[in-house]
Antibody, heavy 114, light 103 residues
C-alpha cells in the first residue's frame, strides 16, 4: 500500500542542523510531488511548500525560504527536509505529505533546546 | 488566503449533530478545498476533498458542503471516535481548527 515513513525524533541545540527523511513506497515516487508541513505544539498544520519529484525543484511558502531546504534521492524514493541554524521556535512535528494530500508520513518531532 | 474556522470549540454529546464552519478571506476554488480530522499523536487524516467528496472509507455521517467563501463540515451523529480536532484546508493553507469535545 502507499506509505510514507519518516525518520525518528531529533533533539538538537540552537544553531545546529537537522535532516528529516521521508521514504515513499507503494507508488511511483517521481510522478507525485511531495509537500512538507510543520505543526508546532498546540497549533494547526502549516504548509511549508513542496518539491517537484520529477525535477527536484523545490517551492517554498513565504517564511520558509532560506533555512529550510527540500531535496530528494530518487534512487531510494526518499524526500528530505533539512533545517539549518535551528531556533527554539522550530520545535515542531514535521510531516511529509504526498502531493494530493492523501497520504501523510507519521511525523518527525524536532525539539530545539539547549 | 486566510481560513477562519468557527467555533474554536464545540461541546457536544455522542449522537448529536456537529456543524463546523470555515470561511475564506476571498472566494476559493472548491476543487482544492478539504477537511481533515486529527487525533492526539496522529497525523491529520483527510475526510473530505473537493468541498463535498468523501474520501474512500470515511463514514457517511461526515459530509461537506459550501462554495465561494463559506464551507461546512457536518457530522450527522457523533460517535465516540469523532471527538477530535478538525481543520479546513484550501490549496495548502490550513485553518486554525475546531475542537469537537465531549460535553
Amino acid at each position: 500500500q502507499v506509505q510514507l515513513v519518516q525518520s525518528g525524533s531529533e533533539l538538537k541545540e540552537p544553531g545546529a542542523s537537522v535532516k528529516i527523511s521521508c521514504k515513499a513506497s507503494g507508488y511511483s515516487f517521481s510522478n507525485v510531488d511531495m509537500n512538507w508541513v510543520r505543526q508546532a505544539p498546540g497549533q494547526g498544520p502549516e504548509w511549508m511548500g513542496y518539491i517537484t519529484t520529477n525535477t527536484g525543484t523545490p517551492a517554498y511558502v513565504q517564511g520558509f525560504a532560506g533555512r529550510f531546504v527540500f531535496f530528494l534521492d530518487t534512487s531510494v524514493s526518499t524526500a528530505y527536509l533539512q533545517i539549518n541554524s535551528l531556533k527554539p521556535d522550530d520545535t515542531a512535528v514535521y510531516y511529509c505529505v504526498r502531493g494530493p494530500w492523501d497520504v501523510w508520513g507519521q511525523g518527525t518531532l524536532v525539539t530545539v533546546s539547549s | 488566503i486566510v481560513l477562519t474556522q468557527s467555533p474554536d470549540t464545540l461541546s457536544l454529546s455522542p449522537g448529536e449533530r456537529a456543524t463546523l464552519s470555515c470561511r475564506a478571506s476571498q472566494s476559493v476554488i472548491s476543487t482544492y478545498f478539504a477537511w481533515y480530522q486529527q487525533k492526539p499523536g496522529q497525523a491529520p487524516r483527510m475526510l473530505i476533498y473537493g468541498a463535498s467528496i468523501r474520501v474512500a472509507g470515511i463514514p457517511d455521517r461526515f459530509s461537506g458542503s459550501g462554495s465561494g467563501t463559506d464551507f461546512t463540515l457536518t457530522i450527522s451523529r457523533l460517535e465516540p471516535e469523532d471527538f477530535a480536532m478538525y481543520y479546513c484546508q484550501q490549496s495548502g493553507t490550513f485553518g486554525r481548527g475546531t475542537r469537537v469535545e465531549v460535553k
